[in-house]
Structures are given as C-alpha cells and as structure tokens.
C-alpha cells in the first residue's frame, strides 16, 4: 500500500498505520454521532415549551447533560478527519430543516454553494450551536435566520434571531457562543457580533474561500 493509501493515526504505545477506508469509516461514524447528539439536544429544548413536572423536568436534564456529553468525547477524540475542501451549503441546509422539525416558529435558510477548507464535523457542531443559541432566543414563536454567501474571499454564515439580544439574554447563550468562537478559530475564520434586522442577535462566521484547492486572495468581510 502506498504512502498516500496510508494514514497514521496514534492511539498510545503500539500505535499503527490505518488504511485510508478505515479513517473514512471514523469520520463518517465521527460525524453522525456529533449530528446525532447536537439533533438530541436541539428536541430537548423544544420539549422545554412543555409544562412538564419536576421528574420529567429532571430526565430532560440528564437527556441534555448526556448529548452535551457525546458530543464533548467526540470532539476530544485526536483528529481524525483530515480537513478538506467542502461546500458550506448542503450542511447548512440540513441543519436549518433539522430546526425547522423542533422549532414553532419561522425558519429560513438562504445558502449558495461555498468552497472552504474545513472538517465537515468542525462545521456542522459550529451550526448547530448557533441554531441552538437561536432557538433558545426565539422561543416559542420567533423568527430565525440562517444564510450562506460568498463576499470577495471570504464565505460568510450568518444567524440571526428575534429574540431579545446578547445584552438581554439569560438562558445560557454564553456557552454555545464560546464554542462558536472556538470553533471559528480552529477553522481561520473570523467572528462577529451585531444586531440583526429582526430586532435580536446577528452572529456571522467569516471562512476563507477556497478555488479549487487553493485559497482565494485574502480578504475580509462585513456583517
């Protein structure tokens, strides 16, 4: 087997060379689990409009502690997608339709095929943690945003909410917007804040584009 059928993956003392199918199995196992779990955890706060009694209060925190879990020993687990050249639309696509399943209120997604260099995992949890945050504010019957476009260089996601703003939020946003930013450095990109035509919180996520497999000309863009 060639070097470029081979990738080597550590796993501690004894560490092996794995075939390039196994790593591709992973990362589609990888990525299913984290989808699976952030999905989990969007129902759990959908469920939340519900009165329910402090039992049931009480499993629906053990669910939510559980998904938030899963996707923290996926995301420790070392590196096992190679990042690569994907296209930020059909990801955005999906996770939009996944809330709209969750979500009384209005969701629109408006996306056009992007080329960035990424891990289709990194993207997909930095996603659903701005759709989270979203729903979180909103709730119940608001209005949620979420966009794809490409500007100069740049690729941009953009959320956003009516709910009531990040100076007026106490439901816990703090925490989702920290693995944003997280996550928006891991992947080059940049992270800004403002306010959204819908009166609440406007967060956009700036990639580098990519033509082909090379980097467009550097530049950045505006929320």
């Not at 994907?86 to 969701?107: C, Q, S, Y």
């Not at 476009?149 to 917007?177: C, Y």
């Amino acid at each position: 087997m060639s070097d470029t059928e081979r990738r080597e993956t550590q796993h501690g003392p004894g560490a092996r060379t794995a075939p390039a199918n196994e790593l591709a199995v992973a990362r589609d196992i990888r990525h299913d689990v984290v989808h699976a779990a952030s999905t989990t955890r969007l129902l759990v706060q959908a469920m939340r409009r519900i009165h329910f009694d402090d039992d049931s209060r009480r499993l629906l925190d053990g669910m939510e502690r559980c998904a938030h879990d899963i996707t923290a020993m996926m995301t420790e687990v070392p590196d096992i997608e190679i990042p690569g050249v994907i296209d930020l639309a059909p990801l955005a696509a999906r996770a939009g339709e996944n809330t709209k399943l969750m979500f009384r209120g209005t969701v629109t997604t408006a996306v056009e095929p992007a080329l960035v260099r990424a891990a289709a995992v990194d993207v997909t949890r930095l996603l659903n943690n701005l759709l989270e945050n979203a729903v979180r504010a909103a709730m119940p019957n608001g209005t949620i945003e979420l966009s794809v476009a490409n500007e100069g260089s740049r690729s941009v996601i953009r959320l956003a909410d009516s709910g009531p703003g990040f100076l007026d939020r106490t439901n816990g946003t703090g925490i989702g917007l920290a693995v944003v930013a997280a996550l928006s450095v891991k992947l080059g990109g940049e992270l800004m804040l403002g306010r959204s035509s819908l009166g609440g919180a406007l967060i956009a996520v700036s990639l580098p584009r990519v033509d082909g497999d090379r980097p467009l000309a550097h530049g950045r863009s505006q929320t």
